[in-house]
């Protein structure tokens, strides 16, 4: 039998993600590179076509995935997993994550293609604009430097900072001669 058949049986002619009938086909879910009834699922043109290009996704039809990611097959699971970890910042999709259960192959399979990979977080001045080492900044308050009687005035420009790698809320400079830690919620990039 093809795998169009054995997949159109397996999903009662239906997705396997969100349960439509029209416009179904085979999708392989990466890495794997040929089609299997283990490594695809059968996925209408909605699907597949969100799935591909992450900027198209509309949160609210992937709402399918309630049901769907307690599927017995390991690529719908896969692709639960991947399209719910794309759409966490919505709020429900992690609590549906937190109730997906996949074993240590699935989820390396899921982890593959770097979906859910979280970038490295950023220091970021007041306003939200990334920082980096060497950049100039400017006080938006009177600090109170600990350990020393000095007070470095609002409006004071420290150049060449450092970054803490540590935390990213603390950037080091020098003010008045002074290397200090200062928190980046009172400075603004110049």
């Known amino acids: 039998m093809s795998i169009i058949k054995t997949l159109q049986e397996r999903g009662n002619h239906t ?3 969100c349960g439509a009938s029209e416009d179904l ?21 909605t699907c597949i076509g969100q799935i591909e290009n992450p900027e ?3 949160p609210n039809h992937w709402r399918c995935l309630n049901d769907s990611m307690w599927s017995e097959m390991q690529a719908v699971k896969v692709v639960a997993w991947r399209m719910l970890t794309r759409l966490r910042a919505e709020g429900w999709p992690q609590d549906l994550l937190d109730m997906l259960y996949l074993g240590d192959e699935a989820l390396s399979i899921a982890r593959a293609t770097g979906e859910g990979e979280e970038a490295a977080p950023k220091h970021r001045d007041s306003n939200g604009v990334e920082l980096s080492a060497g950049d100039s900044v400017v006080l ?3 600090l109170d430097v600990k350990g ?3 007070t470095a005035k609002r409006g004071t420009a420290v150049r060449n900072i450092r970054l803490d790698h540590d935390n990213i809320e603390y950037i ?3 003010v008045e001669g002074q290397q200090i830690v ?8 110049v």
Do not use: N
């Open 172 to 174: 080091e400079g020098k």
């Open 140 to 142: 938006i308050k009177d």
């Open 25 to 45: 086909s085979v999708y392989t879910v990466a890495p794997a590179v040929r089609e299997s009834e283990d490594d695809s699922l059968l996925a209408c043109s």
């Open 56 to 58: 198209t996704t509309d």
């Open 182 to 189: 200062i928190l980046t919620q009172y400075v603004k990039k």
């Open 148 to 150: 020393s009687s000095l």
């Open 15 to 17: 997705c396997e993600l």
